[in-house]
Structure formats: C-alpha cells, structure tokens
C-alpha cells in the first residue's frame, strides 16, 4: 500500500490515472497545400521538359489524365503539388 502511494506522489498519478505523456519528439509542420492551376502544371512539365506522356509515367496516371488536367477539364487533386516538388527535388535532379 505504501508503494503504491509513493508511486502516486512520485509520477502524479491519482485513482488510476496515467501520467501525461510528452511526445518523444516535436512533429514537422506539413508542407501547404495548394491548388495548382492548369497553366501551372503545364509551364511545370515544359520547365522540366517532359511530355505529357513523360510526366503520365512518373505520377502512375495516363497520359490523358495529364491533357485534362491541362486544359481543366479534370480538377487537379491537391496533392500533386506536393508530388511535383517531390519529383523536381529527388527524381528530376538525379537524372541530369
């Protein structure tokens, strides 16, 4: 019994209650998002100079997806933003 209160008095802890936990290390804030525009995308792809059916390959989607998105005729998710920054970073750099 005596154990069990000095536990209690040591870490905090009252009828049962777990002590509050700190996180083990500080999150990274996530990158924004944003809307890109059809214009973007496409002075992007033309920067790296890619094809539409080039860029189709890296993202995993056909290459009409990509001519739709382009023209607006498909909203564009919000994520590749995202994957762009990704593939201009890691995939584009290596292959120069």
């Known amino acids: 019994m005596l154990k069990a209160y000095l536990k209690r008095e040591k870490y905090g802890i009252m009828y ?4 509050a936990r700190k996180p083990k290390r500080k999150l990274k804030k996530p990158p924004a998002l944003r809307q890109l525009t059809p214009e973007e995308l ?3 792809r ?3 100079d890619l094809s ?3 860029l189709a390959t890296l993202l995993g989607v056909k290459q009409q997806t990509v001519s739709c998105w382009e023209t607006g005729a498909r909203k564009i998710p919000l994520y590749l933003s995202l994957l762009l920054d990704y593939l201009e970073k890691k995939v ?3 292959q120069e």
């Open 52 to 54: 539409q059916g080039e």
């Open 42 to 44: 496409k002075e992007w």
């Open 92 to 94: 584009l750099n290596e």
């Open 46 to 48: 033309i920067k790296h």
């Open 16 to 19: 049962g209650m777990s002590p």
